[in-house]
């Protein structure tokens, strides 16, 4: 059974600061997302990164995937208050070709003034 | 303008009642999926179909029912067995590019 696995689940940042939220998974996949939740809303997707090593920037927001250990991160750098939400890692597992895909719990963001 | 449909945004449910939550794309996409949010949590699956009139259960499809006759609709019925069914409920597709959701549905039992 494929699990995922985020930290922190709570992240309370400075605006400027850099910080990483860390995204575990416990066997191979095809496919891992982020994917950001602004409250009472749907989810955003932010990237999707598909091979060892990918790494995809989009703004102040970094992401990176290592397969071997099995292991994404995505960077915030220089944090503003925009970027308070909830983020999620999701991975992409297969049983066979059915295709699901398996949340972490989410981290919640906040930055700070 | 393709994407996904679901209806209606909010739905209250007395205890005991079924209720049908309506998930509609015209994306093409032969996946479709259920999950649910509760507050501070993760999203968690409740059912899946990768093709017409074929579903499998995901991880918490106790007191949920589906069916995917078309293949643009997949809608989940909320049966009286489900006894915590206040939650966040979103329906997503798989295409080649990855998933795409709906706005959600949030159903609140009064």
């Known amino acids: ?20 939220i860390y995204c575990n998974y416990s ?11 602004d409250p009472g809303k749907s989810l955003e997707s932010l990237f999707v990164l598909l091979s060892n090593g990918a790494v995809k920037q989009e ?21 503003v208050h925009d970027l308070s939400a909830t983020y999620f890692c999701a991975v992409d597992g297969s049983g066979g070709s059915n ?3 398996t949340f972490g719990k989410g981290t919640l963001l906040t930055v700070n003034p | 303008d393709g994407g996904i449909t679901q209806s209606p945004k909010y739905l209250f449910r007395k205890e005991g009642q079924n209720v049908t939550l309506s ?4 994306l093409n996409h032969d ?3 259920w999950y649910r949010q509760d507050p501070g949590q993760g999203l968690r699956l409740i059912y899946y ?11 918490i499809a106790e007191g949920y029912s589906v069916s995917r006759e078309k293949k643009e609709s997949f809608p989940l019925t909320v049966t009286s067995a489900q006894k915590n069914p206040t939650a966040f409920y979103l329906c997503a597709t798989r295409g080649l ?5 709906g706005s959600g549905t949030r159903l609140t039992v009064v």
């Open chain 1, 59 to 79: 703004g102040r927001l970094m992401a990176s995937l290592d397969t071997k250990a099995r292991l994404s991160t995505l960077h915030i750098t220089a944090a």
């Open chain 2, 23 to 26: 998930c509609e794309q015209n």
């Open chain 1, 99 to 101: 295709y699901k895909l």
């Open chain 2, 49 to 59: 179909s990768q093709i017409v009139n074929d579903f499998q259960k995901g991880d």
């Open chain 2, 31 to 33: 996946a479709m999926y």
């Open chain 1, 27 to 37: 066997t191979t996949s095809d496919r891992l997302y982020w994917y950001r939740q």
């Open chain 1, 1 to 20: 059974e494929l699990k995922v696995e985020q930290n922190p689940l709570f992240l309370s940042m400075q605006e400027g600061k850099n910080y990483t």
């Open chain 2, 97 to 101: 590019y990855g998933y795409t959701f």
